[in-house]
């Protein structure tokens, strides 16, 4: 039986990204749904792709600007004017935004988006943990960001309100340790949605290594399923950035992060020239073999669909590695920060060599002075 049967999950963020991706997922386990986002036409579109195609049959779906005042407060009413009760709570809607803080950024958007990254989902958060904790059960899933835990020049507000909700979520698990109520941080690394163009980030180099929102979000819901206080997707890779992020300076987290938001180098006008007819033909011709593999693809049985689905995923990861020109960027942000290590290691080894030196001349000294005294001292006696 789908274990989501009766039960209801909230998902702001759904009608895009990891939040769809995790919608889709609490439909297939047959979960009732509450959608929320400002696209309520897509949200609208989702629920009937849903409910004609997994268990779930009570969908909910709610249009509404998170990033306005009390947005929460209102999401909450009309959810209560229904009589729902929300077993999961999922805190993904969230925004980013690109550019230097001190120059660039639009302080209009930056405060909409601490508004519904910070505000909106701390509210959200106190309005439903209240009802949960009365029941006594209940799992809230909060979409943190590998960011959380590092600085990240040219994102920095959104690092800043992310690093929030890390911050919060973990607090929480640690008030709510003696009830049957979960909270989980959700901790991505950098995943290929629409988040990086709404950012104004979609030319960084970042974007050169996304990973999958589906992925993404299988991990998440494991994750809050499980009542596990965070997750990290992306296996050992990500795992090991995260410990990195633990042990290593700031200030070489900071500059690793600034490469890696840094914008991809213009290509040079006359490689551009020589390059641009081979890619219109290119082009063009992969726009009539795209034309061709549609039409074939429909007329096809679905085995040989999964086999096309495999080797067209299979192509788009070789050319992506192919033109990924990440590597030397990469292997300088990782010489950075491992400089920047070994510096503040040896700087620490010779401190510690030089107050070993100093302790070692004060005793020799206190050894001295000790030896006169106790001369003086015989003197006396005699
Ligand atoms: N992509 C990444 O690299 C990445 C990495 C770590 C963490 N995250 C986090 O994951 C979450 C989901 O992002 P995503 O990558 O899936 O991006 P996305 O595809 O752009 O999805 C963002 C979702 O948030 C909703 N949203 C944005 N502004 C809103 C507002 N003012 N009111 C209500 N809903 C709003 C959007 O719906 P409407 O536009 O319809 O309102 C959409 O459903 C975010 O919290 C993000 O910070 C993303």
Known sequence: MNAGIGKTALITGASSGIGQELAKLFAQDGYNLVLVARSDDKLDRLAE????????????????????????????????????????LVNDAGVGLYGMFGTDTDWEREKAMIHLNVL???????????????????????LASLLSITPSPLMAVYAGTKAYVYNFTQSLINELKDTNVTVTALLPNATDTDFFNKAGAENTKVTDELQDPAMVAKDGYAAVMAGKNKIVPGGLKNKSYEILAYVAPQEAMAAAMRGKMAQKPEPDAEKEDSVSVAWAVGFGIAVLAGIALTIGYKNTSDFKKARYKYKAKSAGSKAKSA?????????????????????????????AIDLTQQAKEKGKELKEKGGKLKEQAEELVA
């Open 323 to 351: 033109g990924n020109a990440l590597s030397d960027a990469l292997s300088s942000t990782a010489n950075t920060l491992l400089n920047s290590i070994v510096d503040s290691y040896k700087s620490t080894k010779n401190e």
């Open 49 to 88: 792709v849903f409910k004609s195609n997994y268990d779930t049959q009570q969908i909910t779906v709610i249009g509404k600007d998170l990033s306005q005042e009390d947005a929460a407060q209102d999401v909450y009413d009309q959810v209560k004017a229904k009589d729902i009760i929300v077993d999961v």
């Open 120 to 142: 909106t989902l701390t509210q959200m958060t106190k309005l439903f943990l209240y009802d949960m904790l009365a029941r006594n059960e209940g799992k809230i899933l909060n």
